[in-house]
T-cell receptor, first 118, second 112 residues
């Protein structure tokens, strides 16, 4: 498809379980971002990838959160030992490489993964 | 001081009216400014980008940027009920770290 895709669309898990969320960016977009949005809250930045490296991990809320990106494409966000406060919509966005971008970092979002921790 | 602040909502306008949404940002060196529309239960959709001072028009939407005042606005002319959504203002500081800073959003309702 032409847009950012994410899977699963919904995930319900029990407290203490690990979850993996997947993001497939727009073809040709080398920059990838994870944000999350809690009910009634704004978008919270989590991590930014340029290619396979993550120059900005400053938004990860705890060491239970990790992310990787392979092949400069698909990214996986992993949350270990989930807690109820992790419940949120996890959004992935992608953009062209910043240094060469004529589009000044326009970021396009996927549909999100709604995570519910019981 | 928050990085990006938006005028508190909700904003309610009649169909056909002009809706005005406002946003201020704290980092004077910010380079790029975006408006996203988010329907309830959906993800944000990019509707306008603006990079230089002045106005940028796209159909019924006009984005305005004043870097001296650190102010961005979005005008929606001839508002339609389908414009009812939350509008998010986002700012890129222009560094090599690509994160956007988002405002909390303004909820717009256009009533028939």
């Amino acid at each position: 498809g032409a847009g950012v895709s994410q899977s699963p669309s919904n995930k319900v898990t029990e407290k203490g379980k690990d979850v993996e969320l997947r993001c497939d960016p727009i073809s040709g977009h080398t920059a990838l971002y994870w944000y999350r949005q809690s009910l009634g809250q704004g978008l919270e930045f989590l991590i930014y990838f340029q290619g396979n490296s993550a120059p900005d991990k400053s938004g990860l809320p705890s060491d239970r959160f990790s992310a990787e990106r392979t092949g400069g494409s698909v990214s996986t966000l992993t949350i270990q030992r989930t807690q109820q406060e992790d419940s949120a919509v996890y959004l992935c966005a992608s953009s062209l490489e910043l240094q060469r971008a004529l589009s000044y970092n326009e970021q396009f979002f996927g549909p999100g993964t709604r995570l519910t921790v019981l | 001081q928050k990085e990006v602040e938006q005028n508190s909502g909700p904003l309610s306008v009649p169909e056909g009216a002009i809706a005005s949404l406002n946003c201020t940002y704290s980092d004077r060196g910010s380079q790029s400014f975006f408006w996203y529309r988010q329907y309830s239960g959906k993800s944000p959709e990019l509707i306008m980008s603006i990079y230089s001072n002045g106005d940028k028009e796209d159909g019924r939407f006009t984005a305005q940027l004043n870097k001296a005042s650190q102010y961005v606005s979005l005008l929606i002319r001839d508002s339609q009920p389908s414009d009812s959504a939350t509008y998010l203002c986002a700012v890129w500081r222009g560094s090599t770290l690509g994160r956007l800073y988002f405002g909390r959003g303004t909820q717009l309702t256009v009533w028939p």
